[in-house]
């Protein structure tokens, strides 16, 4: 297994009804392939440069546990989705992963200072 962090930028111009509609149709697929941890929904923010003629947008950071090459049909519909503004999906590190608790077996790291 492997721990997952993907970025989505949801359009500024959808309503909040709208965003969450696309974020619970983006954990369903998820959960299709994956075992979500943590969703992190940060609400509309200002970006620090226009993108696609667009300069707000709806931010959410999710951790997802899954099978190495498992996020693959999830990132290709977020290639194409038209209400994503821009995705990023990473691959954790095993230490941070295991410092967030993320995979089975690791305990999260605590501060001892």
Known sequence: ????ELMVIHDGDLDDVQV???LKDLRTRIEQVGTIAEVDFWGRRKFAYEIDHKTEG?????????????MDPVERGLRIADDVVR???????????AKRGLLAGSTPATDTD
């Open 87 to 97: 995705h990023k999906l990473i691959r954790l590190p095993d230490d941070e992963a």
């Open 1 to 4: 297994m492997r721990a997952y």
């Open 20 to 22: 969450q509609d696309a």
């Open 58 to 70: 709806y931010y959410s950071v999710i951790e997802v546990v899954a099978e190495g090459g498992a």
